[in-house]
């Protein structure tokens, strides 16, 4: 059972930086994909910032310029930094990682961490 746990939520003032955290249980190799998406009450979840396998980045038209997503395999974490925070940026986060298990998808995704931005 591939476990994801995020850290590094909180409240940030409206142009404020925070860097998100999403430890794996195991090795990142054994993903094809992972990313960050976030979500609001009432609202689909919405692709942040994802990280192919062979390092190729997505972000979301909304956060590009402000947003970087990286990764760590040495401590299998995967980072999303978040510069230039915006009111609208307010939601819970959630890491993602999607993986190949006899030829199917398996979808992981952590509990989410909450991100609020405010003065």
């Known amino acids: 059972q591939v476990q994801l746990a995020e850290s590094g939520g909180g409240l940030v003032q409206p142009g404020g930086s925070l860097r998100l955290s999403c430890a794996a249980s195991?090795?990142?190799?054994?993903?094809?994909?992972m990313g960050w998406y976030r979500q609001v009450p009432g609202k689909e979840r919405e692709l942040v910032a994802t990280?192919?396998?062979?390092?190729?980045?997505e972000y979301g038209d909304s956060v590009k310029g402000r947003f970087a997503i990286s990764t760590d395999v040495a401590t299998n974490t995967i980072y999303l930094q978040m510069n230039n925070l915006k009111d609208e940026d307010t939601a819970a986060y959630y890491c993602?990682?999607?993986?190949?298990?006899?030829?199917?998808?398996?979808?992981?995704w952590g509990q989410g961490t909450q991100v609020t931005v405010s003065s």
């Open positions: 195991t090795r990142l190799f054994i993903f094809e994909i």
């Open positions: 993602h990682g999607a993986r190949l298990r006899y030829g199917e998808k398996v979808d992981s």
């Open positions: 990280i192919t396998s062979d390092s190729i980045i």
